[in-house]
């Protein structure tokens, strides 16, 4: 008899035991099937409808995964790793998933044999600290200075995405953009501010390889006055401002009474005068382009018109934090506060073009930019859309090279070594954690075998001569070529991984499966809907049959 899973009223309700286990288990089986096809180079796409209608077409885990919506709460803790993941190191989102997956998947024949979680998980910890000491163990440092080597990497890493068949140009842009807005911390470290200081323009129309990493930034943007105002100034002198140059409002309501007609003058020209001598004081500086992200009056506009100067009004404060940092100026609250000091003189060229049906302001040209703009150009808007997610990856990994140069092999290699050097250690370990330790060996395969699988080769015999070769922990570099499925050396073939990625998905895939082998309850406090007029319902108890089913995932 199985035990019944107890519905305690209409908004609780509870399930407990092995069924859970099992049921968690499933559910995350579930989510690594949808994705296992899109791990390698030559991995399949996916077409999504999104909420709004729309269409995307990728194969990255991360972006299929958040279009999901599931029900079950494992399916949704393992969406979350994928989330996780691209947030912390950018790249290996399918990978951890498909890690992950199978960590749970060995475990179940455990959980069946009446094993405790906690001795699977004790096991499965226990693998995760000796597989960080084999990736220790064959790290390759490598010079980050070195462009070759760096570009090498980042090549192997987007390889496997969508616009490799376009060769270096994402990997060019990747490493030009993340090497310009890097920051020395000292002490050889140093800081790659990606969402803050990076901004990816995407315009529709022109070719792929139009697209270009500025040295400055450019936003969507014309002067407020295009006939009055020069649209081309080359060595500007900038002025950024964080404060509306028009009569300020009253915080309160005001009411004014006025008795003379000549007082409804002076109070007009108290406001002429407030705005004039704003901009007294900001010309007095000789500006050549002054950019504010509030509001710009006509008479502020005439003001510097006449004086031949530019304005942009309106910007974004991200925007305007970029155009500081490329031009050496500093944002300024008050426009009395200004000193010499906070005008930027390092950009080179400030042009509007137009490009489409929009008008683009471009400061560029900088003498030391520590932010850019990446112009993507491209054919279509779904097009550009998962460039942007490639790109995305790449500076990733472009940044965690930068902050941690050192390399692992790729194509399987690695997890096939850690999964040998863990098989020959569990032999060492006494007691009943051998066995699920030796299970987590086992679990690291799933990789490379999912990789074989996706190059359409016969799995069974590349698998076994990868583990024959991998044998006692030797061979570290030998892998799967993703293209051609071949068993190849990857040192040769430049497929390299990040060390960051590869330890973050580790951690990341372990840490989750141990957490939902601890789960025994589940207890949902959802209200079922209620028929109106209808009463309140006795407690009811369901049995094993009613729960199983449950969907797991959508149809």
């Known amino acids: 008899m199985h035990a019944p899973v107890l519905v305690l009223s209409d908004s609780l309700k509870r399930e407990s035991g092995s069924k859970v286990h099992h049921g968690n288990i499933q559910a995350s089986k579930a989510v690594a099937d949808i994705i296992r096809t899109t791990l390698g180079p030559r991995s399949m796409l996916k077409m999504l409808l999104d909420a709004s209608g729309g269409i995307v077409v990728t194969n990255d885990g991360n972006a299929i995964l958040r279009e999901l919506d599931v029900a079950h709460p494992a399916a949704k803790s393992m969406i979350e790793l994928s989330r996780t993941q691209d947030e912390e190191v950018g790249d290996g989102t399918t990978s951890v998933i498909v890690l992950a997956g199978e960590m749970l998947h060995v475990a179940e024949a455990f959980i069946e044999k009446n094993y ?11 693998a995760l600290e000796d597989s960080i000491a084999v990736l220790d163990k064959i790290a390759m440092s490598i010079d980050i200075n070195d462009r070759s080597s760096v570009l090498g990497l980042v090549k192997s890493c987007i390889g496997t995405k969508f ?129 504010t992200e509030k ?70 040209d900088c003498k030391e930019p520590k932010a850019c703009t990446v112009l ?106 993703g293209n051609t499925g071949a068993i190849a050396d990857m040192k040769e073939s430049k497929i390299w991984d990040s060390y960051n990625v590869k330890a973050q998905t580790f951690k990341t895939a372990i840490e989750a499966a141990c957490m939902l082998l601890r789960i025994d309850d589940i207890v949902s406090g959802i209200k079922k809907k209620q028929a109106p007029g209808s009463g309140p319902s006795k407690p009811t108890i369901e049995t094993e049959g009613d729960a199983d089913n449950e969907q797991i995932l959508p149809d």
Not at 331 to 352: C, K, M, Y
Not at 455 to 474: D, F, P, S
């Open 116 to 126: 405790h979680p906690t001795v699977i998980c004790r096991a499965y910890i226990k």
């Open 163 to 291: 616009t490799s068949q376009f060769g270096d140009l994402i990997a060019d842009l990747a490493i030009d953009a993340t090497t310009t807005v890097g920051v020395d911390l000292g002490q050889g470290l140093r800081e790659v501010d990606i969402k803050k200081y990076i901004k990816v323009e995407k315009v529709p129309g022109g070719q792929f390889e139009d697209s270009e990493v500025l040295k400055g930034v450019m936003f969507n943007k014309d002067v407020v006055a295009p006939g009055k105002m020069k649209r081309k100034i080359v060595n500007p002198r900038i002025i950024l401002l964080d404060c509306p140059l028009e009569y300020k409002k009253g915080e309160n309501q005001t009411n004014a009474e006025l008795v003379r007609e000549e007082d409804w003058e002076v109070l007009l020209k108290l406001e002429e005068e407030y705005i004039e001598n704003i901009c007294v004081q900001i010309l007095k500086f000789k500006p050549d382009l002054v950019i």
């Open 295 to 364: 509001g710009l009056s006509d008479l502020a506009c005439h003001y510097f018109s006449k004086a031949g100067v530019s304005a942009i009004r309106r910007l974004r404060k991200t925007d305007n934090n970029r155009i500081a940092k490329a031009c050496g100026a500093v944002i300024v609250n008050r426009p009395d506060e200004l000193q010499e000091s906070d005008i930027g003189t390092g950009a080179g060229l400030f042009e509007v073009k137009k490009i489409g049906d929009d008008f683009f302001s471009f400061i560029v």
């Open 376 to 481: 993507l150009r491209g054919p279509s808007k779904d097009f550009i859309n998962e460039v942007e997610r490639n790109l995305q990856d790449a500076m990733s990994v472009a940044r965690n090279i930068i902050k941690n140069p050192k390399l692992v092999p790729g194509g399987g290699a690695t997890e096939l070594t850690v999964s040998a050097t863990l098989k020959q250690k569990s032999a060492t370990i006494e007691g009943i954690e051998k066995w699920p330790y030796e299970a987590a060996a086992i679990a690291f395969e799933a990789i490379p075998r999912t990789l074989a699988q996706n190059c359409g080769v016969n799995v069974i015999r590349t698998m076994t001569a990868l583990q024959g070769k991998h044998a006692n922990g030797e061979n570290a570099w030998t892998g799967i070529d």
